[in-house]
């Protein structure tokens, strides 16, 4: 087997962590289902799912892939746990189906880049998103999202993937600091924070039932989890790192920007609809296109350069993190069958573009891929991991955890124990109220 490629740098790791995590979840998705689900109630299910459940297990998916040194699939067979491998294939399967729509999605930022500078959206953002979210405008700028990730993901991650999301992270905070800090200058943004800061405590005990289980499933999504997409990253990192302080650093940077899309997209639609709006075009999924984009429109020519900067950095995240979903399988294909990276990229691009085109066709297709991910295949799959890291591989994953964490190793005993109690709760009971909502 060639000579395995490994991150030329601790930044290149962290940075290409950060850019799996950091992406349409945080700035399309988060603030939509925010807005779904209560407003500041879920923001704090969230905030708590994120530190206590959602940092365990990416530090288990650490510990796979490093250790490991192999795919997310084949990793669990070096450990010497073949029966395993079965988790590493659900988990590309998840990833897989995630990529189909997260690329449609993906694809209505690239137009609405180039709908920016040439002022496409300005007569009216709702009417516009109406127009290029679904049909066949929506299928070609699917195509060419699809495209542009395996295109990248063909060139392996030293020339691809470290490179490309060096720059990200920094713009992307940029850009939101600077958004919100405007919408809080505009009038009628003020009932938005309240709505979205203070919880309102009778809403989640009514509502605890869906809360949990989307808030669970959103910190999976978010932080790429269950989707082999860690695990085959770390499994690029050498020993001396330390899992404990970048698994810290994702969590932390990935929630800061969730919250920070947050403080853009909400105050922007109270602006706009003076409250949250009910339609899939003004909220929903088109949240983020018809109130950001709205706010572009009436800027005039600095409007166009704003708008076509600010969503071309949510291209670049939306990017980096589906690389990192065509990477594992790529990952796979290349360390077990010797493929060609370049076909192997291009194929699996292909084939997922096809699927895809249900959810570029009708968002409620989309709608439909989107729910069975959050509400089964997500927790399934993590759940799974849990078990494996908690049980099966436990004391070697301590070893692991302690392998160059200095300090932070003294606290692997207590993680293993987290992961084997409240974490293997929290995620059953998201499993279970998944599973049933699906046939409520
Ligand atoms: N974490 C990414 C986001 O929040 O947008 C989405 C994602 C990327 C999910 C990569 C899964 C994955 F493997
Ligand atoms: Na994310």
Redesign the pocket.
Known sequence: MAQRETWTTRAGFVLAAVG???????IWQFPFKTAENGGAAFVLVYLLAAVLIGLPTILGEFAIGRRAKLNAVEAFDRLDHPAWTVVGGLGLFT?LW?LSY?SVVGGWVIRYTIGSLTGGYFGGTAAYFGAVSAGWEAIAFHALFMALTAGIVAFGIEDGIEKATKLMVPSVVLMLVGLAVYAFTLDGSGPAYSYYLSPDMDYLANNLGSVIPFAVSQAF????LG?G?MITYASYLSDDDSLPADGGLVVGLNTLIGVLAGLVVIPLLFVQFSQIPETAAGGGPGALFVSVAQVFGGLGITGRILGALFFFVVLIAALS?AI??LEVVTAYCVDRYEWNRMATAFGFGGVLFLLGTLSAWDTAWLGWFDTLAYSVLLPASVLLGVIFVGWVYGPEAVEEMEKGADGAGQYATLWIWWLRTVVFVGVLVTLYLGVTSIYA
Do not use: E, K
């Open positions: 799996s995590a950091v992406g349409l979840g945080n990833g995630i997260y999504f978010s932080l790429s989707m997409a993190s990192s979903l």
